[in-house]
């Protein structure tokens, strides 16, 4: 823990309570010894950290000047949420962040009642405080609400459907727009130009601001500013565009000027119908690294705040992001029909290397899920081969793309889904438990799943030369550290890896759980498969196996309802074979973030877990296995 005596104003604010007592005058030392204590927690122990150092002003001044949690304060998000959760009553607890046990790293209803709205998805923020604002206007009750959402978030197709709505039912709530430029990445797209205009109009608006209190509103020059002041706000900043949609903008002010957000919070807070304040903030303020190197310091290991983040040597052996990385630029050479997309994840998806290689065949939309999946629908339509890297949690946000514009209309889609099954630190929102039960339902819909790295290769150019959609997903981090070919080999479609003949049990893994079945089948005698497709399943193998085994036992790093497992036993039933089956996967649960290996053994995924697993469901075969060893 850190110590406090390093920290007098910020001391003694235990909550915003506290802090709504301090004086005006002392509000910027509370925020200069917060960013501090954010800047040694973080290097402590890591975590998020350039969003929450360019909020820390703007986050205390929205708690000093709202009567939280009575008033509704949403995070977009919640990468940013650091801050707040040091204000909240959570100070002491902030290096445990991420870590079993500890606190999330987004905002979680159960965690605080400050945390008015648990997110970890983008671009949520304005739909969930504008029903919060309707649910209160409709009882009478006469709390605030606001949402803080970033350019890089106003970016996706959610946030100006609530907008759309909001200017529709003019509920009172304010949305904060915090302008940096960057999401994860430095975001891209017309909004983002738009948006850029307003960082040289801050002086048109200051002059604006100073007409606007020395002009009569209802005079004649009062009249006609208000008109011109429409029309230079057009050409100059954003503000057209919020207040068409029937939100009364004001800004775009410094947001780390505690004086101005003091000022502009007073005045909107009480204004009624839809308010957006615009501010201008800098991800990574006040530590001079993390401003340098804002996409570098979004996240980060524990460090050294004097030195900083020093670069990791590269692992050992590559992960499967490197993978396909790779083999994007490698079947890029081969075919040029290939075009890559990313929704905002250049970095974490492994397409830095294509986007500086072929930067006229990389595609980022933003933060647009939907939109990636049926741009590459449409591209597939006009013959080329579009490939959609995204993690697996967030192609649920495009599921009715998936299903409706790409596998309804069969077409030439590959999508290379990192971070699948158990993802780890970032908790219940980032992790791909549900990958394998939402894509196995679609028709013609081809899904494999890799148990180690030339596998994946291969299994991403099997993908890519299928004729029609096909789902390629792999864990984050490293693999077993099987040699890759450089060859662009294809696996045949549907067809199963016999890896071990054994009796009794069949052990048939999916994809990373093959190491840890590996093991169990030794131990047990068992016959062991690496299943490789999910879909089509190798029936042929499957039935072969149900008549000379006494039991199957499943194993995927996925959720055991509806998963691969639930595959397999929906194939025997078809051909009417009874036969005990265990299926091992994760339990129906949102699971609770720690390291990778320790979610997999809250879930009975490690090797004590399944050993267990397997003795409790055929004890005979556990028999077996204590006698011999």
């Known amino acids: 823990m850190n110590d406090l005596s390093h920290y007098p104003h910020l001391a003694p604010i235990e909550t915003p309570a506290d802090l709504r007592r301090v004086g005006d005058e002392d509000l910027p030392a509370v925020a200069d010894e917060l960013r501090q204590y954010l800047i040694e927690s973080v290097a402590s ?39 707040h959760k040091i204000l909240t009553g959570r100070r002491d607890r902030i290096t445990t962040i991420k870590k079993k046990d500890g606190l999330a790293p987004f905002p979680r209803r159960e965690e605080s009642a400050y945390d008015t709205f648990g997110v970890g998805h983008s671009s949520t923020s304005i739909s969930a405080a504008l029903g919060m604002a309707i649910a209160a206007q409709r009882k009478g009750d006469k709390r605030k609400v606001v949402a803080v959402i970033g350019d890089g978030a106003m970016t996706a ?18 949305v904060v727009f915090n302008d940096n430029g960057m999401s994860i990445s430095e975001n891209v797209g017309a909004m983002t130009k738009m ?120 692992p050992a052996r590559p992960t499967y992001t490197d993978i396909f990385s790779d083999w994007l ?137 299928h004729h029609g959609p096909a789902a390629i997903r792999y864990p984050r981090g490293t693999g077993p550290g099987v040699a890759i070919h450089q060859e662009l080999d294809t696996l045949p479609i549907g067809k199963a890896e016999l890896r071990r003949r054994g009796h009794g049990l069949a052990l048939l893994s999916f994809g990373a759980m093959l190491a840890p079945a590996a093991a169990i089948a ?47 036993a929906e194939c025997l039933a078809a051909h009417g074979i009874v036969l005990p089956i265990l299926h091992l996967g994760l339990p129906d649960v949102y699971l609770e973030h720690g390291s990778r290996e320790e979610v997999l053994s809250m879930a009975g995924l490690d090797l004590p877990g399944i050993r267990h697993a397997i003795r409790a469901r055929f004890p005979q075969a556990g028999a077996l296995s204590q006698a011999s060893a």
């Open 329 to 465: 630029c490698d079947q890029a050479a081969a075919d040029e029909r290939l075009l890559g997309i990313t929704p905002a994840m250049r970095e974490g998806s492994g397409l830095v290397r294509f986007s500086k290689e072929y930067p006229e065949r990389y595609f980022d939309v933003a933060i647009a899920e939907q939109h990636a999946v049926t741009l590459a629908a449409g591209m597939a339509c006009e013959g080329a081969k579009p490939v959609v890297a995204i993690y697996s949690t967030f192609l649920q946000r495009a599921y009715d793309q998936a299903i409706h514009d790409v596998a309804l209309q069969n077409l030439d889609v590959t999508f290379a889904i990192d971070r699948a099954g158990v993802v780890g630190p970032d908790g219940a929102t980032h992790s791909g438990s549900f990958d394998l039960t939402y894509l196995r339902c679609l028709p013609n819909m081809v899904i494999m799943a890799p148990a180690d790295e030339n596998e994946c290769r291969m299994m991403l150019s099997s993908g890519f030369h």
């Open 157 to 174: 197709g959610m946030a100006f459907e609530a907008l759309n709505h909001g200017g529709d039912v003019e509920p009172d709530m304010l």
């Open 522 to 568: 030794a131990e047990f005698d068992a016959t062991l498969v690496n299943m490789r497709f999910v879909k089509p399943l190798d029936e042929a193998l499957l039935v072969e196996l149900a008549k000379t085994h006494d039991g199957f036992v499943t194993l995927e790093d996925n959720a055991v309802a509806g998963g691969a497992g639930s595959a397999v």
């Open 195 to 314: 948006m850029a205009r307003a960082m040289a109009s801050r002086r048109l608006n200051q002059l604006r601001e100073r007409a606007k209190r020395a002009i009569p509103k209802q005079s004649f020059a009062g009249r006609w500013f208000k008109r011109w002041e429409e029309h230079a706000k057009g050409m100059f900043v954003p503000s057209t565009l919020f207040e068409e949609l029937g939100f009364h903008y004001t800004g775009p002010i410094d947001g780390h000027n505690i004086p101005q957000l003091l000022q502009a919070l007073r005045t909107v807070k009480n204004l009624p119908g839809p308010q957006l304040l615009h501010v201008i903030t800098t991800k990574g303020k006040g530590y001079a690294p993390a401003e340098q190197a804002q996409i570098e310091y979004h996240a980060v290991g524990p460090f050294d705040p004097e030195a900083g983040v020093v670069k990791k040597p590269a």
């Open 45 to 83: 122990s890591g975590g998020h950290f350039g969003a929450g150092l360019g909020v820390v002003e703007l986050t205390v001044a929205l708690h000093h000047e709202f009567d939280t949690p009575h008033d509704r304060l949403v995070w977009d998000v919640g990468h940013q949420c650091y801050p």
